[in-house]
């Protein structure tokens, strides 16, 4: 459920018509509801309510600090990637124990930051992580709380791009590795083996992989607890898909709940009261957002037409990346007028920035508003300056009321860390 709809031929986020928003800040913008936001965050934490849980929301799908701290307010933690995320959640006051840090590739830096503040887990995906983390606790007088991200090595039938489960991903540590490295990790001076973690991939749209995941690691964590090693987390990650199209839909969290809390129930894990960790990212930001965007001109090829529109793909790249599908909605709907099969697509000179291809719309006209849906997570968060374009505002909607939460970058931004390599008055003799 999502509060974007139409009223009166106008189309609203909550009570703000979105042109009104455009007037305002410009375009191409996105648009956050906050309502919707906290209400898949609400409808998500509800569905593990039976059991120990913690819900730490996936910051890399939406770090923007208003949508953080949103989340923050209504009991979520964090899931982070990188020192700058960690920054983030720090900035909007996550305490400590709500912070999970996954990643293949911490940096001594960010893992120091990480242990100075005192994180809930560190989510270790390589023996030599595990190692380094151990030491770098060792130096700063510390102990480092660690889960093992282990690979259970199921297929989770998604993009290949998103999907990290598989035995040949880069992600986690190989399943038939996993015993042995908990074993050391349980002699190491400085770790304290809490618990294990594992994420198998994003949109997915089934639940078989997200249970055949759960069943593997059970019988590991079976395993440890004969040899005496007995966790106290089980993180299962994020990766719950959304409906991008009408008619594919995946699961409910109500029913990717039960399915892993029917697996769970009865595991002396679970009867220990060991607590069950998320990382939900998409499911929750993503269908919280769009893009509003300005049609710059129609343009009717040989063969096709173009809709062209001041948003590009570095501003929204999931089509570009993934062949994303996202519906287009016009902010103003007209009836009576035929639709027609238009591409929809940016400035910028790449073939691969386009919206929509073949895509049956109404006849958008230039200087129409239209609204890229479902853009809520994996939008902003991976846009850039490609074309020296400054990244577009971000603003969210709460009620009758809107905020911009990121101001619209500027060139002279963009510009502003570089310099000119002057050339001096007399160099030397040419050198060859
Ligand atoms: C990206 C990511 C998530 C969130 O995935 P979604 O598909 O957005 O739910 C969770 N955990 C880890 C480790 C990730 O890399």
């Known amino acids: 459920m999502d509060h974007f709809f139409y009223r009166e031929n106008r189309l609203f986020c909550e009570q703000v018509p979105l042109d009104r928003i ?14 919707t936001l906290l209400h898949h965050f609400t409808v998500f934490q509800q569905a593990f309510a039976s059991c120990s849980h913690l819900i730490c929301y996936s910051v890399k ?10 989340l923050l307010r209504q009991g979520a933690g964090f899931d982070i990637v990188s020192g700058g995320e960690l920054a983030r959640v720090q900035r909007v006051g996550c305490p400590p124990e709500r912070i999970v840090f996954s990643g293949v590739g911490k940096t001594v830096a960010e893992m120091r930051a990480a242990l100075e503040y005192g994180i809930l887990l560190f989510n270790v995906e390589s023996v030599g992580e595990l190692h380094r983390l151990n030491e770098l606790a060792g130096r700063l007088g510390r102990r480092a709380p660690v889960a093992l991200r ?53 949109q997915l749209t089934a639940l078989e992989p997200f249970v055949d995941a759960l069943r593997r690691v059970l019988v590991l964590l079976g395993a440890l607890e004969r040899e005496g090693i007995s966790l106290r987390y089980l993180d299962l990650g994020g990766g719950l898909g959304i409906p ?70 570095n501003d929204l790249i999931r089509p570009a990346l993934y062949n994303a599908y996202h519906a287009i909605l016009p902010v103003a709907r007209r009836f009576g007028q035929e639709e027609r099969v238009a591409d929809v697509v940016g400035p910028i ?37 490609y074309n020296t374009r400054p990244r577009v ?5 709460r ?34």
Request: glycine share 8%.
């Open 244 to 313: 991008y199209e009408d008619g594919r839909l995946p699961p409910h969290p109500g029913l990717y709940a039960g399915a892993l809390l029917a697996e769970w129930a009865n595991t002396p894990f679970a009867q220990r009261n060991g607590t069950l960790i998320l990382e939900p990212g998409r499911v929750i930001a993503g269908n919280a957002g769009v893009l509003v965007a300005r049609v710059e001109y129609v343009k009717e090829g040989e063969e096709k037409l173009f809709v062209i529109l001041d948003a590009g793909m």
């Open 150 to 202: 282990i690979n259970p090595d199921v297929d989770p039938q998604t993009h290949p791009h998103i999907s990290t489960g598989l035995r040949n991903n880069k992600f986690g540590i190989p399943y038939s590795q996993a015993l042995d490295l908990y074993r050391e990790a349980a002699r190491m001076a400085h770790v304290t083996v809490l618990g294990l973690d594992c994420h198998i991939g994003s």
């Open 349 to 385: 000179c790449e073939s691969g920035d386009f919206f929509a291809r073949d895509r049956l719309l109404p006849p958008f006209q230039e200087g129409d508003l239209l609204a890229v849906r479902s853009t809520g997570a994996y939008g902003f968060t991976m846009s850039s300056n």
């Open 61 to 70: 799908a939406n770090s923007n600090l208003a949508v953080l701290d949103a």
């Open 399 to 432: 009620g009758d009321r809107f905020m911009v939460v990121r101001r619209r970058e500027t060139v002279e931004q963009l510009m502003e860390n570089e310099s000119l390599f002057p050339v001096e008055a007399s160099p030397g003799p040419a050198l060859f």
């Open 22 to 35: 455009a007037q305002a800040v410009g375009t191409p913008f996105y648009c956050y509801s906050e309502q």
């Open 393 to 397: 505002a971000e603003v969210m909607v």
